[in-house]
């Protein structure tokens, strides 16, 4: 382990054991020190892990706490963005074109690019699902707290009687894999061909372009429509496939760790509901950081940075 890695680490236990002195007052902590204690137990439970396992699993502790630590060689410059309309039918799908377009404009202001990779809408021009490439410097450490269940309530342009819905969408940031970190079988995949719809000009129409790749032992499916060849659809079906393994793969990690230190408070759990759109108070709320911002309109439309900064405090 590098000397860099290794201050890092001693400096974050001596945090850790600093706070479990005090953890018979964890009811009266703020929420931001019950999250940090979180952070800090997975640390204990990694350092734990590193002196006494395996050369292998070593290595691969060391390239977590470089991303954690935030130090060169452990960024994830690539990630993938999924969105999907949850509770809430039409409204829900509009909802999940509204936080696609925040982060849509929320890239250009980090020097990202954002590439969409396969979409479904409904009638109103809402998204049921859209997945898309963000590529820049520390975009997957920037967004990872973005991850889990938004709830928004507001009164719908389409509601005449000016009742409120309350309404979610999943949203989903997957570290991007190379093709050493997650191996996929030929044999694993089930591969069909069809056209692709929607705009694209006469090839898209006439010519069997889109993929949809079943992963058979997870049963995974992966559509991709957006390009015009069926070898370039198939390449980036593999590049959200191997995201979606390796964010399982991470998500189990975690688990193992949470269970071996079951005090471990703050997950994040992608099931949760992590934050409230509120409009009629004109507010978003964290429910993690147990923190509000005002001004909604300027945060829907990309200016995110007050609220990515907070995780990082």
């Given at each position: 382990m590098t000397s860099e890695i290794q201050q890092k680490l001693n400096e974050a236990?001596?945090?850790?054991?600093?706070?479990?002195?005090?953890?018979?007052?964890?009811?009266?902590w703020p929420r931001e020190?019950?999250?940090r204690f979180g952070e800090l137990s997975k640390l204990k439970v990694m350092a734990d892990e590193y002196e006494k396992t395996d050369e292998a699993r070593k290595k691969s502790i060391e390239e977590k706490l470089k991303i954690i630590f935030g130090l060169g060689g452990g960024e994830r410059n690539k990630?993938?963005?999924?969105?999907?309309?949850g509770a809430g039918g039409d409204e829900?799908?509009?909802?999940?074109?509204?936080?696609f377009r925040m982060y849509q404009a929320y890239a250009p202001k980090k020097n990202w690019a954002l590439t969409i990779l396969d979409e479904s809408k409904n009638d109103l021009g809402g998204y049921k699902e859209i997945t898309a490439?963000?590529?820049?410097?520390?975009?997957?450490?920037?967004?990872?707290?973005?991850?889990?269940?938004?709830?928004?309530q507001r009164v719908p342009a389409t509601e005449k009687s000016g009742r409120i819905h309350t309404s979610t969408a999943s949203v989903a940031i997957m570290?991007?894999?190379?093709?050493?970190?997650?191996?996929?079988?030929?044999?694993?995949?089930?591969?069909?061909?069809?056209?692709?719809?929607?705009?694209g000009g006469q090839n898209v129409n006439k010519v069997e372009t889109a993929v949809r790749l079943l992963h058979k032992p997870t049963?995974?499916?992966?559509?991709?429509?957006?390009e015009r060849s069926q070898l370039s659809n198939r390449e980036r079906a593999l590049e959200i496939l191997r995201a979606k393994l390796l964010d399982e793969k991470i998500r189990k990690e975690e688990e193992a760790e949470r269970k071996e230190r079951k005090e471990q408070i703050g997950t994040a759990d992608r099931s949760e509901k992590i934050r409230t759109?509120?409009?009629?108070?004109?507010r978003v709320t964290d429910h993690r950081l147990n923190k509000s911002w005002h001004n909604i309109q300027n945060i829907m439309s990309g200016n995110l940075d007050q609220i990515i900064e907070a995780f990082k405090k």
């Open positions: 236990i001596r945090e850790y054991d600093a706070l479990e002195m005090g953890v018979a007052e964890s009811f009266k020190k019950i999250m990630a993938i963005l999924e969105i999907r309309a829900a799908a509009l909802f999940a074109a509204d936080l490439e963000l590529r820049g410097k520390n975009v997957y450490d920037a967004l990872k707290y973005e991850s889990g269940v938004h709830r928004i570290p991007a894999a190379e093709e050493k970190e997650i191996e996929i079988k030929e044999a694993d995949l089930e591969v069909t061909f069809s056209r692709a719809g929607g705009p049963g995974i499916v992966i559509s991709s429509r957006t759109y509120n409009f009629l108070q004109d």
